[in-house]
C-alpha cells in the first residue's frame, strides 16, 4: 500500500496522495491545487472504500495529511487503486496501462518527512464527547457507537488516550459566517 498515487478527479489528475508507514500508524498526505468546490477524498480498491477527509488551504494549494491506526486501516483496502472524490468510481487515465503483469512494480516509495506536529489537546465534556481547537479549527470526538454520530458523513477515526472516536470539524474559524 505505501507509495505514491495519483489524485484523479473527474477523470483529471490533479494531485497526489503519498501513503507511508510511521510506526504502526499509516499516513497518507494527499496535495492538490486550491479548488473552488470542498472535496472529499477517498481512496479505492479490492471493492473497498477508505475515507480520507476534507484537504484544507495550505498555501497556494490543498493538503489533507492524515494518519490512521491498525484497526482503522481495517477498513481501508489491503491495495489502492486510486485516489478520487469520494462516492466517485476510479476510471484509469488515457495514459496509464489497462493492464499491468502480476509482478508490477509497487508505487515509487514517498521521499517526504513528516512535519514537526505539537499534539492536539481534547477536553472531556459532560457528555463523553471530546473537544479541540487545533489552530483554525474546532473539532469534537465522538465514540463510534455514540447515537449522535451523522449516519451519512464519515468522521476520521483517530485513537486519543488509548480510545478509539471519530473526529469532526465543527467550524474554520476563519469562515465570516460564524
Known amino acids: 500500500m505505501e507509495g505514491t498515487y495519483p489524485i484523479i478527479i473527474r477523470r483529471e489528475k490533479c494531485g497526489e496522495l503519498c501513503v507511508s508507514k510511521e510506526g504502526a500508524y499509516t499516513r497518507f498526505l494527499a496535495r492538490c491545487p486550491l479548488r473552488a468546490e470542498v472535496i472529499r477524498l477517498c481512496v479505492y480498491g479490492q471493492g473497498k472504500e477508505g475515507y480520507l477527509g476534507v484537504p484544507l ?3 497556494e494549494e490543498l493538503v489533507l495529511d492524515k494518519r490512521f491506526s491498525p484497526s482503522s486501516m481495517k477498513l481501508f483496502p489491503e491495495k489502492i487503486e486510486g485516489c478520487t472524490l469520494a462516492g466517485e468510481a476510479i476510471v484509469k487515465l488515457p495514459s496509464e496501462k489497462q493492464e499491468q503483469a502480476p509482478d508490477a512494480e ?4 514517498c521521499v517526504e518527512k513528516a512535519e514537526e506536529e505539537k499534539p492536539t489537546l481534547w477536553y472531556a465534556t459532560t457528555d463523553g464527547a471530546l473537544v479541540s481547537k487545533d489552530g483554525e479549527l474546532e473539532m ?12 451519512d458523513f464519515p468522521g476520521q ?11 469532526y470539524i465543527t467550524r474554520e474559524m476563519s469562515d465570516p459566517n460564524h
Open 57 to 59: 488551504p495550505k498555501g
Open 106 to 109: 509497487e508505487p515509487a516509495p
Open 140 to 151: 469534537v470526538a465522538l465514540p463510534p457507537e455514540d447515537e449522535r454520530v451523522p449516519k
Open 157 to 167: 477515526p483517530r485513537v486519543i488516550d488509548g480510545k478509539e472516536y471519530l473526529v
